[in-house]
């Protein structure tokens, strides 16, 4: 294991690097880029569960140059230099930024939940583009960051990881929802079977004994905000997901692949006002399951049915009664799904875009509905690079949607914490505003020093 960073070590590591406190103005340089130019991308977190697939999609794309590679894991970037031999290397993103800053011009972000805002708002700050993986951000406050970052940098073009609203049939469930075919809108559903007991959660949440962390991996640099502690073997590569300070739980994890269409279709839907999470008892260490919230917003739109909007939003397979809703028996087609009710009928969606209309106990397929637009083939991470280059391809999602979509995500699974209890929120405000307890406890972190966001304004 790494020895834990002493003071001397930690001012001697981060001096120079001006990045943990700094607040950066409107000045930082974008390009803008011809057809024929290639984009230089720095990609951090180069493999992971997902990150290896980031790095050779986008760099797939004939206008992009992968030129940065950095990871906390040497071994990975031992492999990856392989494919990309002339790509500079290193393990700490803040080096990059400053040794390297003028080698690339957008950034792609595959790491673990808890590096994500302290990242992205880095490159923001620097004037780079910025491919994200989901959830955007693993604390509160970090939405409002991030929704003042995108403020300051309107020009720069951002994505997050939500590959699945590439499917026909996710496309058309938005189409559906904006046309308001199904009349006014009563209240959503979304559900996700996660977590399970498999290689992304630390499902009976064990901890064993403190160890040294592989030679391999840069453990102070893979804590990165978060205060220093020992190494468990039940963290790397991919169970750190179910920890408190590092991961989202399950809510967290899949928030993106299930809200996302609710957004998309409603953008009345811009912050919720109040959070409820039925839950059992909090663990300290770790993020608590089933959870079963309801997440309330303020409406004033005739598009809904009411003036408020409920989502109701739960992990562990929970799914709601088709019979309350009017539908027929049956199984739900998918672990992972999202639905609408309106006064007009149901939309229900699975995550990888199988859609249903029912009406009155009768079902439609989705992209059988008249009135829908084609739906092209299109490359999501491409996608990102097309418009970094002013080619408006069909984008979803830049991060002013993903602020949006996470924030109901993260106050479900937070406000597990104090479970069965009414969180007001206010999120201009950064606050839960009637229980300091719990305005105190999930609304941020305290940053170890020189691993703070910029401000970005």
Not at 10 to 36: C, D, E, K, V
Not at 64 to 76: F, K, Q
Not at 100 to 124: C, E, N, Q, W
Not at 216 to 239: M, S, T, Y
């Amino acid at each position: 294991m790494n020895d834990p960073v002493t003071r001397r070590r930690f001012i001697q590591t981060t001096s120079g690097l001006g990045l943990g406190l700094a607040t950066f103005g409107a000045s930082a340089a974008m390009r803008r880029f011809s057809p024929n130019e290639k984009v230089n991308v720095l990609s951090i977190g180069v493999v992971g569960s997902i990150g290896g697939t980031d790095r050779s999609q986008i760099a797939g794309h004939p206008g992009v140059e992968i030129t940065g590679l950095c990871d906390v894991d040497s071994n990975y970037l031992e492999d990856t230099k392989l494919t990309h031999p002339d790509a500079f290397v290193c393990t700490d993103y803040r080096e990059a930024f400053d040794q390297y800053g003028d080698r690339f011009d957008a950034v792609i972000v595959s790491t673990p939940d808890h590096t994500h805002a302290p990242i992205m708002l880095t490159a923001l700050a620097n004037g780079k583009h910025v491919y994200g993986q989901k959830p955007l951000v693993q604390q509160l406050e970090e939405l409002a960051m991030i929704d003042e970052a995108m403020k300051a940098r309107p020009d720069l073009v951002t994505q997050v990881g939500n590959q699945r609203m590439v499917y026909p049939g996710r496309r058309a469930a938005v189409e559906i929802l904006r046309s308001g075919v199904l009349g006014k809108a009563i209240a959503g559903y979304a559900w996700t079977g996660s977590p399970n007991a498999g290689q992304y959660f630390n499902y009976e949440g064990v901890v064993s004994e403190p160890m040294p962390a592989p030679e391999n991996i840069d453990f102070n640099l893979w804590l990165g905000p978060c205060e220093v502690e020992p190494f468990h073997e039940q963290l790397i590569p991919l169970k750190w997901r179910s920890w408190w300070d590092y991961g989202t739980g399950g809510l967290g994890d899949w928030g993106v692949h299930v809200l996302d269409v609710i957004f998309f279709g409603y953008d009345e839907l811009q912050s919720p006002i109040a959070v409820k999470t039925h839950a059992p008892a909090p663990s300290d260490r770790f993020h608590t399951y089933p959870c079963l919230s309801t997440i309330t917003y303020e409406v004033d739109s005739d598009r809904f049915a009411g003036p408020t909007f409920p989502i109701h939003y739960s992990d562990c397979g929970q799914t709601p009664s088709r019979a309350a809703l009017g539908l027929p028996p049956g199984e739900w087609k998918d672990s992972n799904m999202t639905m609408v009710v309106c006064e007009g009928g149901v939309l229900a969606l699975t995550a990888g875009g199988d859609l249903e209309i029912w009406r009155d106990g009768v079902m439609t397929p989705g992209l059988e509905m008249p009135g829908l637009p084609e739906f092209p083939g299109l490359n999501h991470w491409h996608a990102w690079v097309d418009n970094i280059h002013g080619v408006k391809t069909e984008l979803r999602t830049p991060f002013s949607d993903g602020v949006r979509i996470t924030e109901p995500a993260l106050l479900a699974q937070k406000a597990a914490r104090f479970p069965n209890t009414e969180l007001v929120w206010n999120r201009a405000a950064r606050s839960i505003t009637n229980h300091p307890e719990a305005d105190a406890t999930i609304v941020r972190r305290d940053y170890r020093e020189g691993f703070a966001p910029p401000v970005v304004g």
